[in-house]
């Protein structure tokens, strides 16, 4: 019988970066999208409740491969210094479901996050967008800084967190990806002149009101896939265009969304899919904020660790 764990390719953290930059990885979820791929036909990931924590299995299928990520979400594992989420990724043959490579899922997460939203915004926000803040400290905030540095040039980023001195290390992680940028601590009065947000926080409620964005803003909210929690008011989507992966995932797991549903001040059908963008169906609003809402899926691991392998 064959020795199916020698047979394997196995991708490190390192090895991950060295075959996947961010650019690479951004081309890789635009060209899934751009070539038809409908999130909606993505297989259903499972979520179980375990001690400390949750389990996150997220399969997906397309273009001759499968895969199968297994991750944990552990709250707590950032005041010990170690990962909110981890993870390991296998990756299949089509044909035969034989596994073929073994992927750092962690690293994997860390990296396809980020591209999804740079991909998203790159489609929704002004051209000539560059001043930034995000809000949230942690190894997502940076990422997304250099997702963002690849898809516009930054005047300036401001990085928002509730201890300020882990927002300023944060910032100073940051400046790396942006050398031509003013790269700080900020706070959210820096929101009146952002014209890019990225909420990456775990916050269970609206991290600013909706008066405080501007109406040309591109704002994504990646910080949850809970009902219960939202980082954006109800408000702020009532007055913009609501860009989500999927009606179903948007309708089940994003807070953000359901909990404006359920306030009356968002319809449900008013969402547009990334589907529906990238292939051109609905245009970009240009009159109101763009809010981009994701919640994380199986096809995004798929498509950046195809890329890598």
Not at 17 to 26: E, F, S
Not at 76 to 90: F, K, S
Not at 263 to 284: C, K
């Amino acid at each position: 019988m064959p020795d199916v764990i020698a047979d394997l390719t196995l991708i490190s953290a390192a090895d991950l970066a060295a075959r996947v930059g961010m650019p690479a990885a951004i081309g890789a979820i635009r060209d899934v999208l751009a070539d038809g791929f409908d999130p909606e036909q993505d297989l259903p990931r499972t979520i179980l409740d375990v001690p400390r924590g949750q389990l996150l299995l997220m399969p997906a299928a397309f273009g001759g491969l499968v895969g199968q990520k297994l991750a944990s979400v552990a709250p707590d594992n950032p005041a010990q210094g170690l990962e909110r989420i981890q993870a390991v990724y296998v990756l299949l043959d089509g044909e035969t479901l034989a596994p073929t490579a073994v992927l750092d899922g962690t690293a994997l997460t860390s990296l396809r996050t980020p591209a999804v939203s740079a991909a998203a915004i790159d489609a929704v926000a002004s051209p000539d967008a560059g001043d930034l803040v995000v809000f949230g400290s942690g190894p997502q905030a940076v990422r997304h800084v250099e997702a963002f540095a690849a898809i516009r040039a930054l005047r300036s980023v401001r990085i928002v967190g509730r201890d300020r001195g882990r927002a300023a290390a944060a910032a100073e992680q940051a400046r790396v990806f942006a050398p031509d940028a003013d790269v700080a601590a900020g706070s959210p009065a820096d929101l009146a002149r952002a014209d890019l947000v990225v909420c990456a926080t775990t916050a269970s409620e609206p991290l600013f009101t909706s008066a405080e964005v501007r109406a040309d803003a591109a704002i994504v909210a990646v910080g949850s896939h809970e009902p219960q929690k939202a980082e954006l008011p109800a408000e702020l989507l009532s007055r913009s265009q609501v860009i989500v992966e999927s009606r179903r995932v948007a309708l089940s797991e994003a807070g953000d969304v359901i909990r404006a549903v359920e306030a009356g001040a968002l319809n449900p059908t008013s969402l547009v899919t990334m589907h529906e963008l990238f292939t051109g169906r609905v245009s970009p609003a240009t009159d109101r904020p763009r809010i981009v809402k994701t919640c994380g899926m199986g096809w995004q691991d798929l498509a950046v660790a195809a890329r890598a392998v």
